[in-house]
């Protein structure tokens, strides 16, 4: 019965430590790839604050990655999209695996202390 409690809680465990290397990855995607120069977290700057897209995407998770593929229209600040075709064009090398690190990444803002 302990080898079983044991084992549950380190199952428990790897897989938490695997969400939060996920989120560091998707982290790491949005700093390399340039995304964090005009997203700031809860300042509007050249791009919408990372807060403010959550919000707006907040259970709208694939509408966000169909535009982050540059299939889809966005939602926050349609107006001012067209400064962010290139970097669109940057991001679609992504594997799949990383475009939804880095959705999750912007989707989980508010979720996360800064």
Known sequence: MKRLILSVILAQAFLVSNAVAENANGKEIFETKGCAICHKVDVD???PSLKSIAIHY???ERDLLSYL???GTPIVDPARASVMNPQLIKIRSLFEHEMNDLAEHIVTA?????
């Open 58 to 60: 907040l259970g709208q």
């Open 110 to 114: 508010n979720d996360r202390p800064f």
């Open 45 to 47: 700057t050249i791009g």
């Open 69 to 71: 593929r540059g299939q």
